[in-house]
Structures are given as structure tokens and as C-alpha cells.
């Protein structure tokens, strides 16, 4: 192994240390000089800090130079990691702003400093294009999420979906590692580039078959794609609010961002078609089938749904299918088709449960307790309107056109209209998914509540965090560019 | 360009800009409306007289254009100007404004609506003034239909009378008959000389090369295109200025306030379809102004017979003011601009100051009209009665009253003119009858014994609250008679600006160089003309003594000197010599028979195919409801159902227990290896 320039690695790693010693920070001021101060003071002064770290490590991600690599990819940055990098930065900023109005909790510093760790394990995943160095950071960041999920001790329910998570990941993770091990052991490097260099060949080694199909399961599980979803639902269920929009937001672009990368750069030879004739084994139809499975699936389980989260989770599942998708397709543009899709699927939910999060907080948790929330928050009821009609991918918001590059670039895919089957289940899944978002929409907007329900008081920080999600999701959907831009130009 | 031109706007926009804050204003504040109107006017008043001494100073027209909109790379140009036409008529119609503004806050005292009177007027005063100094037909043109809309609003003030209602209605519609001619008038000019500036430094309408071009231009029947589009902008002055056979409505506007009356339909916007011809006066051809003459000339004969056998004051005067507005039009198709703009601006003094008289006399008897019901009131209104017999010797024509001069004038171009002598008999009868029915009026009203009004019919109005109709007349209020002095002054001295001995009013307007010359009226055939015509009116007034003053007139219920010498003619006239009956015969039957036939036709043909379409439409609705309910929906449904069901086996693959998740791990990583590797294999 070569020396590693430790100066190197600090000025590299700036961000990341911003953000470490904010949320060190804040750990410590809230640990002592705030123990004492009310709930609110608390979250407030934690989320100024970690608000402040998270718009320092966006400058100095913004300033930092275009490309850097240290040996054995350890730390990799390109253009692309800065804009994934800084998304994620806003995704936690956000995050940490919808979490201030939250009361379930009184050990404030603890849980924003594990945002910003979760963001903090999720800004070097992005980074590194090292087989360990990814299963470190992963672990790192699903550590932070079980905790995060199970944050709520008065609730029976956080803490049992909590577990679940954490048995379902320990598992998983066993899977991912053994898969690695086998590459490791076909390849003999654990650094992305090489180890496809090493298994290119004329014919597919069959334990490369079985270590494509364990990290599938690695990552299936932390994407929530069928049949790895299990843990989903409950987990969504149970976890606090902003804990579950934090997974199905920040956690989904980051694990699919590193999926991408391990898949198309390790495993670049042995990709495979999955046409509806010509089949080859490869990962491509592994993808394919996890992705059919999980929009089938999650988008049917979401229509018997009563609870609002779950019926989140189980769209969460079905979004992972669409994703998975742009993967299958495997063309040049299915990386920013993925990213725009990711991101962009990122904001709307992390709104819906931002909007969720404030009106538990009054109370309403089932489907049927929408009803007439249209009356009594008029600006909430617009918002969950956006997100909602965004997820469905009703144009011109910004989910209509994830969902658009996303089956462009599938039937762009080689062989030609292989993969048509897929896109033909795909949107006869999206009619499916419209039914049950316009059922909750339904109840907001048409059916009438209880005649006396008071007017929703909700959180000056809340509103403003919905709002912004909801400007975002609808000027994304308007100029589709900005974004795309983004990822081209880079 | 001094400034009282480049600010000439403010003159037309300050009572609009009162009209705007009033209507702003609540019902109670009747001081501040009325203070808002009064003080505009006031300004603009002051205003028009710098803009006259501006004239009187430099009598060349000054005009001030600016791009108004784009419309591709043409540019629709508005304007305004000062010249010495347009200065008169600003001091005439600002002088006239405010003191009918004034004497209205006397008249209009007791009504509810005394905010929104005062707005409408200024509004009125306003359009009007733009109306004036309008250098672009299209400028003239809107401010001419607001001066439309105003007037149908005031017309129509008391809209509680079904006949105030309908008045303003039949004056809206009639006068709209006119601007469709003016329109399309102003359509054609525009299509003709590719602007609707008046003046443009050469490239106005009405200057030499447009001028030129459409004169040279023939169209149907051999007319030049100038003379057509004259005369189709004379239709819109003859609906405004209520030429036969569109003066229908002018009689029945009286139905508004009195001070409306005086202002709108006597004054200013009937003499704006004066105004209108003098100001397109270069674009008349010589055919285009006989056949403004010969209307001008049947007008005033036509409508002082009617005069004569109307037993209303108002209406009397009403008649009277189309009888005058047709002599304006004699003027101006025998004579010059000058001609007709002399009798216009006498006529706006004498007319208001008869209008205003007749209000004081309607508010002193309690609301009474009909001049059979009044009688005596010399003795109660001596004011009142001195102005009044002012204004009634100035519109005879009494030798050196300013109608005398004004109308003089007018007979004496309508003798000189070469085509035909039919004009001026006409005009002649008309003055001899003019004087008849003035008289007639004067004796009912004022003279004689106090007549009961046993004979009363409904009361008209009740915007004077409760009526005291037992009270005994009373002289009006001082600001309802002062107006009546400033007015009646004006009646009886105006004149002497413009006597064939100082002709100062003419040359002022054709901008020549004036001077004082006795030896003028020795024109041949002046003095004797004169003489003859103050023959004419001397007969009419003793005629009007003889059948009327010689012994007074008794009982209100009596019938008509007149009517007793010859019933049928009596009756023709005091029927209006049924034009209402003829148009109600002809064109309102034919249109009643239009709309009933297109009524027909909508229903039975273009309904009855809109029916079958729609018999068809529901028919096929049903066969579509018929497939859809037991085909697509069965299936469909069914399909959902089972779709439901799929979700329902999902989500309780969800079982909660923890090893069965994690057994499905295991499970889909041997199904998903071994098709991977079966797959390799095959």
C-alpha cells in the first residue's frame, strides 16, 4: 500500500470535518450549557449549529477543487461526488430544519449530531471507490439510521421497527460482505476500476453470478427494493417523522448513487441483457427482475394501505423499482436520468413527510384523518398537493420528468426495445400509484371533515422547510435543466 | 409652444379626475363631491380663458401629437390643439358648466343621489372638453361616446320612472344609429389617408395632400370619397345634435334633471355634432354641405311646428333647441364655420338660461311641467321671469338680443346661397314661428291669473322629497338665480361681438384682421333683410299676443287658442306630427319582425338541427353507456378487483415476524443464483 499524505486527506476531507465538529459541537453545548433551557431553545440553538456546519461544508464543497484522488480510490472526488455531495448537504439542512418543531425526543443534541454523522457516512460513501471503504461508510450510515429510527423510546412501535432494521441490515450487510469477500477473491483488488479489469473475460465466472447477486441483496435491502423491502413499512412506521423522510430521502440518494457505482464500474463486464427474448446473465437482469418485483409489488400493497406512512413506504418501494430501472437500462444517460430521479424523488417525499410530521403533531396519522385538512391547514393541504401529484408524476412537476428520462433511457437500452416489457409494467404502475395518491388527495380536498376541527397551528420552521421543498419540486419540474445541466457540465 | 398648450390636457382631465375621486365617495359626502366638480371646473374655467388669451395672441393652430400604441410599425397617434374654434368652445362650455354646476347645488338639494349627479357631470364636462380640443378623430371619437354614456346616465338619473328609464334607453339607441356612421366614417378615413390626426405638421386628414387625394378619389354614384365619408360623419353629428329624422330622442331626454337639460341637451353636447362639422369643415365638399344644409333647414322648420302645440316647458324648449341646432347646421352648409359657430355660442347662453329659467319655475311649483297648470308667476319669480323674458327675446330673435345677430347671419348666407332659395324660406318661417311659440309659452306661464292644478296629472318626480303641492310658488334660492343674471347678461349682450359692423367673432375664427365699419351695413340687401326678419319675429310675437295674451287665459282645462281655430292641425303638431308613430310603424315593426323571424329561425331550424344533434349525441351516449357498463367496466372492474386483492396478499406478506423476513432473503438469493446460472448454462 502507498503512503497516504495525511495533510492530503485533512484538506480533502474539509467538509466532512465541518460538519463532524458542528454536530461535536453541538453535542457538547447541548450536553451542558443548555441542559437546563426549555426543549425548544434547545432544538433551536442545535439547529442553528447544524444548519451553520451544513452551509460551511456546502462552501467548501462548492470551493474545493474539481478532481482529487487518493491511492486505491480510497477517496475519490469528481465533479459529479461535489453535486451529489452538496444535495445531500441540503437534503440534511432541511432535514435538521423540519426537525426543530418535532417534541418527541428531549435528547435534542443526539439526534441532530446523528443527522449530520448519517451525512457525514454518507458524504464519504459518495467519495470512495474502495470495496472497504464502502462497507465501512455503509455501516456507519445504517448504524446512524437504526438509531435514528428507533429515537422515540416512549414508542413500542420505533423500538420494534427499529429491530427490524437492524436484524434485516446486520443481515443484509452479512450478504454484502460476503459478496465483496468473493470479489475480492476473483479479482484480487478491492478498488472498483480493477476489479473490473480483472473479472473481464469471454465467459462469467459462476461465483462472480453469486457475488453479483449478494450485492444486489446488499444494496436491494438498502434501496428498500423488493423482496428486500420487509423491514420498510415497519420501519417507516415506526420511526420519528423526520427520522423516516431522513431514510426515505438522504439514505436513497446516497445508497443509490453507491449501487451505480459499484455495479457499473465493478462489475462493468458482466452486465448481461435482461430483453424480454434475448437473455444473458450478467447484473442487468438480476435488476431487472428485483425492479419489476418492487414496483408490482410496493405499488399494489400501497393501494390497502390506512396509514399514511405506510402508504409512503410502500411508494418508497415502488419508486425503488423505477430507479432500478435507469440501472437496467445501462446507457450513457441513465446515470443523470437516475440522479435527477433520485434527487428529485428525494425532495417530494422528504415534503410529504415534512407535512406529516406536522400535522402528527396535531394528531393525524391515518388516511381518514385528512379529511377536510384542506380547511384547516389551506397551505399544508397545498403542499402535501405538490408532493403528492410530484410522486404520481403528473407533469409539469418535477416527478413527471424523472419518471420520463428514466423510461427514455430504458428504451434507449441495447439490444433495441429490450427492455419494453419494463417500461410497459412501469407505467401501467404509475396509472396504479395515481390511484392511491389521489384517494389521500381525495380526502384533503373533497371529503368533508368534522365540522369543528380547529384551524392547524404549525411551526414557523416546518412551514418554511415544506415551502421550500414544495418551490423546489414545482421549478424543477419547470426547468428540468438546471438540474441536468448540473450533472452534464460536471 | 407656451405652456398653457403643452398643458392644455389638464383641461378635459381635471373634472374627469373629480368624476373619478366622486365616485369614490360615499353617499353622505355632498359637500366634498360638489366642492370637487365646482373647484375643477373653476380651474379649467380659468384654465380656457388662458388658453383663449393664448389664442386671441397667436390665432395660428398649435397642436401637441404623441404615439399613443403600436400596431406593427404603425403607430396610432393622439393629439390635441388650440386654435382659435376650439378656444371659444372651451370658454363657452367651461362658463356654461359652472354655473349650471352651481345653480345645480340649489336644484339638486334634496336628492339622495346628490354625489352621484355631481359625478356624472363632471365626467360629462370632462368628455366634453375632450371632445373640444380632440386632434384626432379617434380621440373625438371616445370622448364623444362618453359624453353618449353620460348622457344616458343622466338622462336616465330618476332610472325609478319608467319613463326616465326609457328616455334614456331611446337617446343611448338613437344616438348609437349616428355613430355607426360616424364609425365607419372614421374607419374609411383612416383606410383613405392612413391617419385620424387632424392636423400633423401636413400629414394630418384634414390637410392639403390627404385632402387632395380623396378628393380626387370617386366612389359609388359619382361622389368623391371625401364627400362620402363627410356625410357619414354627419350622420354621427346629426344623431348627437338631433337632426330629423334622429331628433326623436332630444324631447324625451328632458326626462333628466333640468340642469342636465340646460347643460347637455341644450348647451354643449348637442351642439357637439356642431362642433364636429365646423371642426372637419375642410373634409365637407360642397355636395356633402347642401345636404348638411337642406337637413339643417327642415330640422328648424320642421321642429319649431311641433313647438308650437306642446303644452310641456320643457319639451317646448326641447323642440326649440332642435329647431336652433338645425339653423347651426343652415349656417354651416350655407355659410362658413363662423355662421354656425355664432349661433352655437349665443344659443349655448340664451338655451341655458331658458333651461335654468324653466327649472327655477319647476322647482317654484313644486315640480309642475305643464305650462296649462302654471300662470301668473311674473307676480311670485320676478327674477326668475326678467331673465327668462331675456333668453325668450334673444331666441326670437329680437333686433339687438344675441339671437337677432346670430340668426341674421344665418338667413343672410342661406339668401346669398347659390343653389337653391328652399333653405331659407324655411329658415324664415322658422324664425316667425320661433317667436310664436316663445310667446305662447311666456303668456301661459307668466301671465295671466294663477291656475289650480285641479288638472294635474301624475306628479313628476319625487326627488324634491315630499311635494307641497298646495304651496304657493316661490321665487328660487339666490344660487339658482345668479347663474340666471350671469347667463341672461351673456343672452343679451353676446351679440355684439359678432354685428356685420364689428365682426369680430367671424375673423376671429377665420383668423383675418378685424375692424369697426358702419358702412358694412350697407351691403346690398343687408337691411333690408334685417328689417324683414325683425318683421317675421314682431309678427310671431303678436300673433302669440293676439291668440294668447289678449285675454287671459282662465282654466288649465281650456282648450288651446290654436286648437279652437284649427283642431287638426293643432292635433297633428301636438302629436309631434307623429315620427315617433312612423318609426314605430316602420323601422321598430320591421326590426320586431326580424327578431321575430331570426327568433323562428333559432328555434325551429338551427334548434331543431342543435336537437337532433343532441337526440343523436344521447343516443350514441347510450350505446356507449350500454358497452361500457357491461364490457369495459365489467372487465376493468373485475381487473381492479383483483388488483386490490394483490395488494391486500402483499401487504400480508408483511406478517411481522422477523425470521420470515429474513427467510425471504435466503429464498431470493437462491432463486436469483440459480437463474443466473441457469441461465449461463443454456
Known sequence: MNAVSYLELLRLTLPEIALTVAALLLLTLDLTLLRPSPLARRFSVAAFIACAGCLAAIALVAASSATASLPDGMFVLTPLTHVVHIVLLVLALLTVLLSTATRFTDHVGEYIALILFATVAMMFLIATENLLLIFVALEFLSLSLYILTGFDKHSRQSAEGALKYFLFGGMSAGFLLFGMSLLYGLSGSIELPRIAAAVSGPSLDPLLLIAIVMVAIGFGFKVAAAPFHLWAPDAYQGAPTVSAGFIASSSKVASFFIFAQVVTLALLPAAGTAGYRGYTPGWVPVIAIIAALSMVLGNLAAIAQTSLRRLLAYSAIGHAGYMLIAFAAHTPESLSALLYYVITYALASLGAFGVLGALEAEGVDRIRDLAGLNRRAPGMAFCLLIFLLSLAGIPPLSGFFGKFFVFAAALHAEPHLSLLWLVLLAVAMSAVSLYYYLGVLKQVYVTEGPADAPPLRIAPPTRIGVWLLAALVVILGCAPSLLLNWFSIH | ?682
Open chain 2, 1 to 682: 409652444m407656451s405652456w398653457i398648450v403643452r398643458s392644455l390636457w389638464l383641461i378635459p382631465v381635471l373634472p374627469m379626475l373629480a368624476a373619478g375621486v366622486s365616485a369614490l365617495l360615499k353617499r353622505e359626502q355632498r359637500r366634498l363631491s360638489a366642492s370637487l366638480a365646482i373647484g375643477s371646473m373653476g380651474i379649467s374655467f380659468v384654465l380656457a380663458l388662458s388658453a383663449f388669451a393664448q389664442a386671441l395672441a397667436e390665432p395660428a393652430r398649435q397642436v401637441v401629437n404623441f404615439g399613443w400604441m403600436q400596431f406593427g410599425n404603425q403607430w396610432v397617434s393622439l393629439g390635441w390643439l388650440l386654435d382659435p374654434l376650439a378656444a371659444v368652445m372651451l370658454v363657452m362650455v367651461t362658463l356654461v358648466g359652472l354655473l349650471i354646476f352651481i345653480y345645480s347645488l340649489g336644484y339638486m338639494a334634496h336628492d339622495d343621489n346628490f354625489t352621484r349627479f355631481f359625478c356624472f357631470l363632471s365626467l360629462f364636462a370632462g368628455a366634453m372638453l375632450g371632445v373640444v380640443i380632440a386632434n384626432s378623430l379617434l380621440l373625438l371619437f371616445m370622448c364623444w361616446e362618453v359624453v353618449g354614456l353620460t348622457s344616458y346616465l343622466l338622462i336616465g338619473f330618476w332610472f325609478q320612472r319608467p319613463a326616465a328609464a326609457a328616455a334614456a334607453k331611446k337617446a343611448f339607441v338613437t344616438t348609437r344609429i349616428g355613430d355607426l356612421g360616424l364609425l365607419i366614417g372614421m374607419v374609411w378615413l383612416y383606410a383613405q389617408s392612413g391617419t385620424l390626426l387632424f392636423y400633423d405638421h401636413g400629414a394630418g386628414c384634414l390637410e392639403q395632400s390627404a385632402l387632395t387625394t380623396m378628393a380626387a378619389h370617386v366612389t359609388i354614384a359619382g361622389m368623391a370619397v371625401s364627400t362620402a365619408i363627410g356625410l357619414l360623419i354627419f350622420c354621427g353629428a346629426a344623431g348627437k345634435s338631433g337632426q330629423v329624422p334622429l331628433h326623436v330622442w332630444l324631447p324625451d331626454a328632458m326626462e333628466g334633471p333640468t340642469p342636465v337639460s340646460a347643460l347637455i341637451h341644450a348647451a354643449t353636447m348637442v351642439a357637439a355634432g356642431v362642433y364636429l362639422v365646423a371642426r372637419v369643415y375642410p373634409l365637407m365638399t360642397h355636395s356633402a354641405l347642401a345636404v348638411v344644409a337642406w337637413v339643417g333647414a327642415i330640422t328648424a322648420f320642421f321642429a319649431a311646428c311641433i313647438a308650437v302645440a306642446q303644452n310641456d316647458i320643457k319639451r317646448i324648449l326641447a323642440y326649440s333647441t332642435v329647431s336652433q341646432l338645425g339653423y347651426m347646421m343652415l349656417g354651416l352648409g350655407v355659410g362658413s364655420v363662423a355662421v354656425g359657430m355664432f349661433h352655437l355660442i349665443t344659443h349655448a347662453f340664451f338655451k341655458a338660461l331658458l333651461f335654468l329659467g324653466a327649472g327655477s319655475v319647476i322647482h317654484g311649483c313644486s315640480d309642475e311641467q305643464d305650462i296649462r297648470n302654471m300662470g301668473g308667476l311674473r307676480r311670485f319669480m320676478p327674477v326668475t321671469f326678467l331673465t327668462y323674458a331675456a333668453g325668450m327675446l334673444a331666441l326670437c330673435g329680437f333686433p339687438l338680443f344675441a339671437g337677432f345677430w346670430s340668426k341674421d347671419e344665418i338667413l343672410h348666407a342661406a339668401h346669398g346661397w347659390g343653389l337653391s332659395r328652399g333653405p331659407f324660406y324655411l329658415g324664415a318661417i322658422g324664425a316667425l314661428l320661433t317667436a310664436f311659440y316663445m310667446t305662447r309659452q311666456v303668456f301661459y306661464v307668466f301671465f295671466g291669473p294663477r291656475r289650480t292644478t285641479e288638472t294635474r296629472s301624475e306628479p313628476v318626480g319625487s326627488h324634491h322629497g315630499p311635494v307641497h303641492a298646495a304651496a304657493e310658488p316661490h321665487e328660487s334660492p339666490g344660487v339658482m338665480t345668479g347663474p340666471l343674471v350671469v347667463l341672461a347678461l351673456f343672452a343679451t349682450l353676446l351679440g355684439f361681438v359678432g354685428t356685420p359692423a364689428w365682426p369680430w367673432f367671424q375673423s376671429f375664427l377665420s383668423g383675418t384682421p378685424n375692424s369697426f365699419d358702419l358702412a358694412r351695413f350697407n351691403e346690398p340687401g343687408l337691411i333690408p333683410l334685417m328689417l324683414s326678419s325683425s318683421v317675421l319675429v314682431f309678427a310671431g310675437l303678436l300673433l302669440g299676443w293676439w291668440l294668447y295674451g289678449r285675454e287671459p287665459i282662465l282654466r288649465g282645462t281650456d282648450p288651446d287658442a290654436l286648437q279652437r281655430l284649427q283642431p287638426g292641425i293643432f292635433h297633428a303638431l301636438a302629436n309631434r306630427l307623429y315620427v315617433d308613430e312612423f318609426f314605430g310603424l316602420t323601422v321598430i315593426a320591421l326590426t320586431r319582425f326580424a327578431s321575430a323571424f331570426s327568433s323562428w329561425l333559432d328555434r325551429w331550424i338551427w334548434g331543431g338541427a342543435v336537437r337532433l344533434v343532441s337526440f343523436l349525441t344521447v343516443g350514441l351516449g347510450w350505446l356507449d353507456a350500454g358497452v361500457d357498463r357491461y364490457l369495459v367496466n365489467g372487465g376493468f372492474d373485475a381487473g381492479c378487483r383483483d388488483l386490490a386483492r394483490g395488494g391486500r396478499l402483499f401487504s400480508s406478506l408483511q406478517s411481522g415476524r422477523v425470521q420470515n423476513y429474513l427467510r425471504v432473503i435466503a429464498a431470493a438469493l437462491v432463486v436469483l443464483a440459480v437463474l443466473l446460472l441457469w441461465g449461463r448454462r443454456g
